[in-house]
């Protein structure tokens, strides 16, 4: 099985403590309140103390854990997994003792570059170790801690999809349920930090695919009438997995949108003379991926949005609100799949096989 562009496959905030997690957030949605920061209340604010000398975490720039978990990395890269190029860079920041690896297209200058490219937004008190203005590579370790802030982790569903599959065995006009649709389940960590009982910031750190939702199937006849079967004149169920419940079509069968990105991924697809089997390996791989989450993140690789683009700031290429908007993200996602696999539905067969793409 090939490596995934989520380095590792189970991401790394799983692992990591309440206490671990008390850190600067984590948040697509505000690369731009450390940039606003730095101009408003300038290094001193931002970056308070260095780190107490004493303080010795698991993942310092020595350890054999840290290195081969760049080495990792940095394979990835050569392979140019999910949109990296020859130019893609990244740097090692160290959360309270854990690991995040941040990417970025443009080589980093200094420390601050590598938290604005990771979006990683410190706020008052947090500290900081090198300083922000100091050079960095790919040794680098960076280590951030910070407090008053708590971590709040929370499971969100994901809506599942209903896919109609023509089947000859079935007589016209009738159809059958293959397998009884199910939700899945987006968890997401976010840093919370309040004045009081006040909240006043709310980033999301990291959201990941606990389970996946699976499909409801519904197989539709196009065989002849006469054919013997159990329901022939009417919708009959059968359970998941049952005996003669595959599809003879060699079609991946018809999905109905569950929500209004499904919707207009839908519409811009046919519009663009795509198929419904594209829609429905489209609809497949960013449901596994993100769930639908515009803001998806993974805090160990970097992957980000619908697609989980690496980095992602990749997108770009597609559009300048890349970060937020749903449309952007798809329209790389499809530009992507033609220039990789030379299709959806060819992105999609690799999927299956190797649970990335």
Known sequence: MSTSHRLPKQPLYRRLSA???????????????ILAMGASAGPAQLHTVQLASATVNAYSVNDITGAASRDNVREAIARHENGATDATVFATVVIDGQTKIVTSDTAFTDVKSVLEAGNITLGKGDTVSPSLDSAVDETTTITITSANSDVVTEDSDIDF????????????????????????VMETVSLVQKSGDTVTSKNTLSSYVKTAPQDRVVL??????????????????????????????SSLGVTTPASDMQTWAHDYLLSSGYTEDDFTALVFIISHESGWRVDATNASSGAYGLPQALPGSKMASAGADWATNYQTQIKWFVGYCNQRYGGITNAYQYWQVHHSY
């Open 19 to 33: 206490r671990q997690w008390k850190i600067a957030g984590v948040s697509a949605l505000t690369v731009a309140t």
């Open 220 to 249: 539709v006849g196009t065989g002849s009438t006469s054919s013997s079967t159990s329901g022939s004149s009417s919708s009959t169920t059968g359970t998941s997995g049952s005996t003669g419940s595959s599809s003879t079509s």
């Open 161 to 184: 999809n209903t896919v109609t599959k023509e089947d000859a065995s079935l007589p016209a006009g009738t159809t059958k349920v293959e397998s009884e649709g199910a939700k899945g």
